[in-house]
């Protein structure tokens, strides 16, 4: 099995690099894919996907302490 690599990118949503299968909700598939960028900022209107709507409205870097 691949590993699947989840990056919060600085400010910006988060980037998914490996073969996924992204759910809804409900379990149902939205998508099988093998990158995407998921919204973190809670602004996307087409959730759960990032449209970019985050630019200048989200500020978070995420660092191993
Ligand atoms: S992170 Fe980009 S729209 Fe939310």
Redesign the pocket.
Do not use: E, K, M, V
């Given at each position: 099995m691949a590993i699947v690599k989840i990056q919060p990118l600085d400010n910006?949503?988060?980037l998914v690099n490996g073969e996924i299968e992204l759910l809804d909700g409900e379990g149902k598939k939205i998508v099988t894919t093998t990158e995407t960028?998921?919204?973190?900022?809670?602004?996307?209107t087409n959730q759960p996907?990032?449209?970019?709507?985050?630019?200048g409205k989200?500020e978070n870097k995420v660092r191993v302490k």
């Open positions: 910006a949503p988060y960028h998921l919204c973190r900022c809670g602004l996307s996907f990032c449209t970019g709507a985050h630019d989200f």
